[in-house]
């Protein structure tokens, strides 16, 4: 009997069974890495680790307007409330409806036949209805951006009124349908007189014309800092259950987890943590992820401010959707102190990439979350160490204008810079100062050179 001709050829078998685990293993490998679980099966994942509920957010709870002001007559004046308690009392008191444009032959203005209201000044998302998550209705905006909104009384009837990302201006009806003090919205600081800044990108927000003094402050950051202890919280918070994860480079000063499909690290000298997911699924890209959705990967994903801190003034609060850059949008969300945004030099690095210490940033493509990065600060005392004079809004923008850089500031806001001290005794201070967002970036209105030189020389040590 003739022995079959490929049988007789053992060198081909070898040959043809190579092949086959060659090409076997590289449709594994692209499956690996092309893997991509959808957000539903992300969650019940990580709801395998143990989640503190006092870390985690409502939308509604960090989506606040970034300003509030009172109008009377022709004046304007800081509110005696503050951004949160104004959103309560209107999620307590309305719900919108009826949402149509104006024309402008009718209304010429935003501020046009309107004596008394309150402002709110939302913060900026290039594509995001912010508005949706301060004011209860159903209403369609027809994808306009709102950037400010106004709350007033009409023909005895309550009105909203806002001003698109367009300069298209919109108008609803406001029933009321709780309990909560309207008449409290308009509190007003009659001592703090505030003055409009229209910018060269159409954006307004409001300075105060007569400079404030304000606390200088200190603050213990009591967080746990060994890297030990942090990867062990890493490996609960992003790699739950999994027991494919290894350790990277136990010998370096930052310490990191993978499982060759995310990477986790952590700066035990910054105090600083990053989270990326290395696979891509180019599937979900045309999409874009909603403000909902971010919110509930941050509170399964570390969460937010503790209790305590928060308790001191402590809290982080949505401030911005930028823009796609390299493929990636990045959702900010801000520390503020005492209601003042808090600012800092993107001087933490984890593998040469800078981290911005004051804020929780969430970088995604598409529908899909990549990267996560924040500062682990927690305090359990705020403590003041003095006072600071500012200077006022008017020497502030004449400062711009004299210097020739006005028409690339987007924003004057007033807020703290936080310096974070890496000695033995972990510390942060909080400077009071006038701040713009200059080319793009925050930096104090006085001192733009030092900054930038100070980002050049961390960023090449």
Do not use: C
């Not at 030990?228 to 987890?257: C, H, I, K, Y």
Request: proline share 4%; no cysteine; net charge negative.
């Amino acid at each position: 009997m003739e022995r079959p001709r490929f049988l007789a050829k053992p060198e081909l078998v070898k040959s043809l069974v190579l092949l086959t685990l060659i090409v076997t293993s590289i449709v594994q490998t692209v499956i690996l890495w092309d893997y991509h679980p959808k957000y539903q099966s992300v969650q019940s994942e990580t709801q395998v680790a143990t989640v503190d509920e006092s870390l985690q957010r409502q939308a509604r709870q960090v989506i606040v307007p970034a300003q509030t002001v009172v109008h009377e007559n022709n004046a304007v004046f800081a509110t005696k409330n503050t951004p949160k308690q104004i959103m309560r009392v209107i999620r307590e008191s309305f719900e919108a409806s009826e949402f149509k444009p104006l024309a402008v032959k009718n209304v010429p203005s935003l501020y046009a036949g309107v004596d008394e209201a309150v402002e709110l000044i939302l913060p900026e998302a290039y594509y995001a209805d912010t508005l949706s998550y301060m004011l209860p209705g159903s209403y369609s905006l027809s994808g306009k951006v709102p950037q400010r909104a106004l709350i007033f009384m009409k023909d005895d009837t309550w009105r909203i009124r806002t001003i698109m990302s367009d300069q298209s201006l919109w108008e609803g009806r406001l029933s009321k349908v709780g309990q909560g003090d309207v008449n409290s919205l308009f509190l007003k600081d009659s001592d703090r007189s505030m003055r409009r800044v229209t910018y060269t990108d159409e954006r307004v927000n409001y300075i105060p014309v007569v400079g404030p003094e304000m606390n200088e402050l200190f603050a213990y950051d009591v967080s746990q800092i060994q890297i030990s202890a942090r990867l062990d919280w890493m490996r609960d918070t992003f790699f739950p259950g999994d027991p494919n994860v290894q350790e990277v480079d136990p010998a370096s000063s930052v310490g990191a987890l993978t499982n060759g499909i995310s990477v986790a690290e952590y700066d035990a000298n910054l105090n600083a943590s990053r989270y990326r997911n290395l696979s891509r699924n180019s599937t979900e890209q045309e999409s874009v992820i909603g403000l909902d959705t971010i919110v509930e990967f941050v509170n399964f994903h570390g969460g937010w401010v503790d209790e305590t801190s928060e308790s001191q003034g402590l809290s982080l609060r949505f401030d911005a959707i930028t823009p796609a850059n390299q493929g990636f949008e990045t959702t900010v969300f801000r520390f503020h102190v005492n209601g003042f945004p808090v600012f800092s030099q993107r001087e933490a690095f984890i593998n040469n990439d800078a981290v911005d210490l004051s804020t929780l940033r969430i970088e995604n493509d598409g529908t899909q979350v990549r990267s996560i990065t924040r500062h682990h600060l927690e305090i359990d005392r705020l403590i003041s160490v003095g006072t600071t004079q500012l200077a006022d809004g008017q020497d502030v923008v004449d400062t711009l204008v004299n210097a020739g850089r006005f028409e690339n500031v987007t924003e004057i806001r007033l807020g703290y810079e936080i310096e974070y001290n890496e000695d033995t005794s972990r510390y942060v201070t909080f400077s009071p100062n006038w701040f713009v967002r200059e080319a793009g970036r925050w930096i104090p209105f006085d001192q733009p050179e030092d900054w930038t030189e100070r980002m050049m020389y961390r960023g090449l040590e």
